[in-house]
């Protein structure tokens, strides 16, 4: 989200020193213990102007982790909405599994409603913006006190995230885990999705039991899938081919030449002869051979051969329309 015009920092300069300088005779330790029972009480602590400096100032022994963002509507801000239920379960999942204190670490949130000064001071113009604080005094003090910025470029962030980035920058200290709470509705909603499926399943298993065990069903199942990719089905869709295309002089093109190239509707035409055959070769093996009629059977004997053999020359034919050097063909289609 943008900001309106920030006004000068002089208006607040001077409470801001005011603020810092009391900040400065709390004792860190002291001060610490104050914002963690803040914190066990409601994480993540919610700040203004004063306690976000006396939280942050300059001599603390902690870590402070600090969201500042702009819930109100006014502001049009989607990104502050969408991460704040993320970073109030990341903030209570670490406090309450860190009642000790022992990570050294409090969860705090700045809105701007509630810290305007403190967002002209910085000169911020977007939110969310999450800070960490180092220590800059005691066994955990860093080389540098300036906090460290987390990136929100790739949009709204899950805990686990935040907090890995956060865990990252604590060596040596507890890292409590995220624990999200149960989603009953989720729960029950499998659940009743799952009971009514294993009804229906046992309600219709005495009629799809034997689709599944007839041995026609998996033979034309067999065979369609065969045909579908070995006429290049697959190929299609890996390059998305067009369905047809023009053959420069107006009319229409229903087989790309060259073994490297293919429309969509030739897949399909080459598809539907390649049943055709298949059909045929079924019929001579097992349909032809079972007739009991001697004359029915040389019919359907000549039947089959002849649209066998003509299929095929003319499969041989498109074959050689895609490339002029394929050295194979029957007649009538030379």
């Given at each position: 989200?943008?900001?309106?015009?920030?006004?000068?920092?002089?208006?607040?300069?001077?409470g801001?020193?005011?603020?810092?300088?009391?900040?400065?005779?709390?004792?860190?330790?002291?001060?610490?213990?104050?914002?963690?029972?803040?914190?066990?009480?409601?994480a993540?602590?919610?700040?203004?102007?004063?306690?976000?400096?006396?939280?942050?100032?300059?001599?603390?022994?902690?870590?402070?982790?600090?969201?500042?963002?702009?819930?109100?509507?006014?502001?049009?801000?989607?990104?502050?909405?969408?991460?704040?239920?993320?970073?109030?379960?990341?903030?209570?999942?670490?406090?309450?599994?860190?009642?000790?204190?022992?990570?050294?670490?409090?969860?705090?949130?700045?809105?701007?409603?509630?810290?305007?000064?403190?967002?002209?001071?910085?000169?911020?113009?977007?939110?969310?913006?999450?800070?960490?604080?180092?220590?800059?005094v005691?066994?955990?003090?860093?080389?540098?006190?300036?906090?460290?910025?987390?990136?929100?470029?790739?949009?709204?962030?899950?805990?686990?995230?935040?907090?890995?980035?956060?865990?990252r920058?604590?060596?040596?200290?507890?890292?409590?885990?995220?624990?999200?709470?149960?989603?009953?509705?989720?729960?029950?909603?499998?659940?009743?999705?799952?009971?009514g499926?294993?009804?229906?399943?046992?309600?219709?298993?005495?009629?799809?039991?034997p689709?599944?065990?007839?041995?026609?069903?998996?033979?034309?199942i067999?065979?369609?899938?065969i045909?579908?990719?070995?006429?290049?089905?697959?190929?299609?869709?890996?390059?998305?081919?067009?369905?047809?295309?023009?053959?420069g002089?107006?009319?229409?093109?229903?087989?790309?030449?060259?073994?490297?190239?293919?429309?969509?509707?030739?897949?399909?035409?080459?598809?539907?002869?390649y049943?055709?055959?298949?059909?045929?070769?079924?019929?001579?093996?097992?349909?032809?051979?079972?007739?009991?009629?001697?004359?029915?059977?040389?019919?359907?004997?000549?039947a089959?051969?002849?649209?066998?053999?003509?299929?095929y020359?003319?499969?041989?034919?498109?074959?050689?329309?895609?490339?002029?050097?394929?050295?194979?063909?029957l007649?009538?289609?030379?």
């Open positions: 989200m943008r900001w309106p015009t920030l006004f000068s920092l002089a208006l607040f300069g001077t801001s020193l005011v603020a810092t300088a009391a900040a400065k005779k709390t004792p860190p330790e002291e001060r610490f213990n104050v914002y963690h029972a803040k914190a066990l009480a409601s993540p602590v919610k700040l203004s102007d004063p306690s976000y400096r006396e939280l942050t100032s300059s001599s603390r022994d902690y870590t402070v982790a600090v969201l500042l963002t702009a819930m109100e509507s006014r502001y049009g801000c989607q990104l502050c909405r969408e991460f704040q239920p993320e970073w109030e379960l990341l903030a209570r999942s670490w406090t309450s599994g860190d009642k000790k204190g022992e990570s050294r670490l409090v969860f705090g949130t700045l809105d701007f409603g509630d810290g305007k000064d403190i967002f002209m001071s910085l000169g911020l113009q977007t939110a969310p913006v999450l800070f960490l604080f180092p220590p800059t005691g066994p955990h003090a860093t080389a540098s006190p300036e906090p460290v910025r987390y990136d929100f470029t790739s949009g709204s962030q899950a805990a686990e995230l935040v907090h890995s980035w956060v865990a920058h604590l060596p040596d200290r507890p890292h409590p885990p995220i624990k999200r709470p149960i989603n009953w509705m989720r729960w029950i909603s499998t659940f009743v999705v799952l009971s499926g294993l009804t229906v399943s046992y309600a219709a298993w005495p009629y799809v039991l689709i599944i065990q007839n041995r026609t069903v998996w033979a034309a067999t065979l369609i899938s045909l579908l990719f070995t006429s290049g089905h697959m190929f299609n869709q890996i390059r998305n081919v067009p369905y047809v295309a023009g053959d002089r107006g009319g229409i093109s229903y087989f790309a030449s060259g073994f490297q190239s293919q429309y969509g509707l030739e897949t399909q035409i080459v598809a539907a002869m049943g055709v055959l298949a059909l045929s070769g079924i019929s001579l093996a097992i349909k032809v051979p079972r007739m009991s009629d001697p004359k029915m059977q040389g019919v359907a004997l000549l089959w051969a002849s649209v066998l053999f003509v299929v020359s003319l499969l041989l034919s498109i074959f050689r329309g895609k490339n002029p050097g394929y050295p194979f063909s007649p009538p289609f030379m």
